[in-house]
């Protein structure tokens, strides 16, 4: 019953930004934290971004001072912002959360279906 929907992504250029969203729906009572992943071709899938129901967060450096994570706790939506985009930064951007769902007594970490983020030179 719990999924995460991903939103956005596409084509941009290098210096350029792009916004990707994820929402979780179904029957939440929390989500712990959030976390974007990305997977480029040849490549393991790796954490880009992470931020905890206190809104504490953690980049990798590649995308520090550049990409931004936040969260919307009543509507259940983590956004990426990507700014000063790089050829590098191509790959499928998958969101994930730490979810406990109602009637459930521990958390499952669910992923969202993984959108195209291309970014051209």
């Known amino acids: 019953q719990v999924q995460l929907v991903e939103s956005g992504g596409g084509l941009a250029q290098a210096g350029g930004s792009l916004d990707v969203s994820c929402v979780a729906t179904?029957?939440?009572?929390?989500?712990?934290?959030w976390a974007w992943y990305r997977q480029a071709p040849g490549q393991e899938r790796r954490l880009v971004a992470q931020?905890?129901?206190?809104?504490?967060?953690n980049y990798e450096d590649s995308v520090k001072g550049r990409f931004t994570i936040s969260r919307d706790n009543v509507q259940n939506i983590v956004y990426l912002w990507m700014n000063s985009l790089k050829p590098e930064d191509t790959a499928v951007y998958y969101c994930?959360?730490?979810?406990?769902?109602?009637?459930?007594?521990?958390?499952?970490?669910?992923w969202g279906q993984g959108t195209q983020v291309t970014v051209s030179s």
């Open positions: 994930s959360a730490d979810v406990l769902a109602t009637g459930r007594d521990n958390y499952q970490t669910y």
């Open positions: 179904g029957s939440i009572l929390r989500v712990n934290t």
């Open positions: 931020i905890t129901r206190g809104e504490v967060q």
